[in-house]
């Protein structure tokens, strides 16, 4: 009763500050609920200092984000996932590859914080501001390394909705060759729908739409294989960071960090597939799950230090450009090898 006495003032207050998020975020989708959240939360801070709330806005940046995880597993559907797996599972390992390893080097030339690269890094390689908040408190992410990586993933986002549909037209792609490279290298699921739309509308049928937005969905998935390996890379990380300082003693386990709101994402993409649920019950726990991540979103921002968000300035931004051209660029070669162009 004490806990939930002590958080829940500051659960309040992201609730209230989310909502013209959230409203904002369905007018304006390509710009979307999570990044007015982020800005209302920096903004408010500027002007309010939110001490004796503060225990809720942290409950609400770490455990209801993992929750809002959970609840978007009911967007999965495991079938349609292994339909369209075998076409597009090379592609994704090669974009997940590429993505990685760009932000690897990139960042580490560039001198971008270990934890914002990683979380670039896998925001443009699986699915935007998802997989941010997945990845972030398997890492131990700072608020700040979120908000950069929301912020930075957010700009290319908006640019591939206009750069996509006619770039695609002047390489002469195909209705299922556009809608594997929108599901494969456009960030958020907001704007893959709003690209697939756009090229579907030119083509007079919906296929690249809905090949887009089930690849989308399908390579949601993998933020269940890449927040494991995080975690035990962080894990043994620590470990040998512990004995290299001779503090071998301390506390420190794959349990302590082990993402379980992720295996609640596969059970929830499981009870989904094979339960005959009808339709209006896993719409609406996917709706409350997303509007759980513009709260978190709106915590994060609250908790931002904006002078070092600032500070960091173009570095982030031409990190994620690296990563997400990579992507692009890699998703129509392997494509083009395997013939689905």
Same mark, same amino acid.
């Given at each position: ?26 007018? *304006? ?44 597993? *009911? ?102 060759? *556009? ?31 809905? *090949? ?130």
């Amino acid at each position: 009763m004490n806990v939930v006495k002590k958080n829940m003032p500051g659960i309040l207050a992201c609730l209230v500050i989310a909502l013209p998020a959230w409203f904002l975020g369905i007018a *304006f989708p390509i710009i979307g609920g999570p990044v007015f959240g982020i800005l209302f939360g920096i903004l408010i801070a500027l002007f309010w200092q939110q001490k004796k709330i503060a225990a809720g806005i942290k409950f609400t940046s770490k455990k209801i984000l993992q929750y809002s995880i959970i609840l978007l597993g *009911f967007e999965m559907n495991l079938f349609h996932v292994i339909q369209v797996g075998g076409q597009s599972l090379m592609v994704m390992l090669f974009t997940l590859t590429s993505s990685f390893l760009t932000a690897y080097f990139i960042g580490k030339a560039l001198k971008v914080e270990g934890k914002t690269t990683t979380l670039i890094g896998v925001g443009t390689c699986i699915c935007g501001g998802s997989a941010i908040a997945a990845t972030a408190p398997v890492i131990q992410a700072g608020d700040d390394d979120v908000a950069q990586a929301i912020s930075t993933i957010f700009l290319f986002n908006i640019a591939a909705v206009f750069i996509f549909p006619p770039l695609g037209h002047l390489l002469g792609l195909t209705d299922t060759g *556009f809608g594997m490279w929108a599901g494969t290298a456009i960030n958020d699921t907001s704007s893959v729908v709003a690209a697939g739309a756009s090229w579907s509308a030119s083509a007079g049928n919906n296929t690249a739409l809905a *090949f887009a937005t089930i690849v989308k969905l399908t390579r949601t998935l993998m933020i269940v294989p890449i927040t494991l390996v995080l975690a035990v890379y962080t894990t043994r990380k620590a470990i040998r960071a512990q004995e290299n300082s001779g503090t071998a003693d301390s506390v420190y386990s794959l349990r302590k960090i082990f993402p379980w709101f992720v295996l609640g994402f596969v059970l929830t993409a499981v009870i989904n597939t094979f339960l005959p649920l009808p339709a209006v019950f896993p719409e609406s726990l996917v709706t409350i799950g997303k509007f759980m991540i513009v709260m978190a979103m709106t915590a994060i921002g609250l908790n931002t230090n904006l002078k070092k968000l600032l500070t960091n300035g173009l570095r982030p931004i031409v990190l994620g450009l690296c990563c997400w051209f990579m992507v692009a660029v890699v998703s129509l070669v392997v494509q083009h090898f395997i013939g689905m162009l």
